[in-house]
Nanobody
Framework: QVQLVESGGGLVQAGGSLRLSCAAS????????MVWYRQAPGKQRELVAG???????NYADSVKGRFTISRDNAENTVYLQMNSLKPEDTAVYYC????????????WGQGTQVTVSS
């Protein structure tokens, strides 16, 4: 099993920055990709950014140029650097780990609240 713990959320003003962290433990050798999702009130959960074991990244159009996903393999941690934050970025952010050769297993963190005030 894999356990994920997010941290770094908080309240910031528009234009500010936050860095989210997701620390993985357990069977981390099985993880092939780590992804950040977010869910705002009244909206469906959406993909924000993802990174694979091959260091390929992808981003939602709404965050391109503002957010950067990265990983520290030695520490089994993935980061989401969020700059130029907008009120529409307000959501609960969830870390997701995809494991197994065919992504047979998925694991979720508990979520961390990001609130951007205008």
């Amino acid at each position: 099993q894999v356990q994920l713990v997010e941290s770094g959320g908080g309240l910031v003003q528009a234009g500010g920055s936050l860095r989210l962290s997701c620390a993985a433990s357990g069977s981390t050798y099985s993880i092939n990709a780590m992804v950040w999702y977010r869910q705002a009130p009244g909206k469906q959960r959406e993909l924000v950014a993802g990174i694979t074991s091959g260091n390929s990244t992808n981003y939602a159009d709404s965050v391109k140029g503002r957010f950067t996903i990265s990983r520290d393999n030695a520490e089994n941690t993935v980061y989401l650097q969020m700059n130029s934050l907008k009120p529409e970025d307000t959501a609960v952010y969830y870390c997701n780990a995809k494991a197994g050769r065919r992504y047979e297993y998925q694991y979720w963190g508990q979520g961390t609240q990001v609130t951007v005030s205008s």
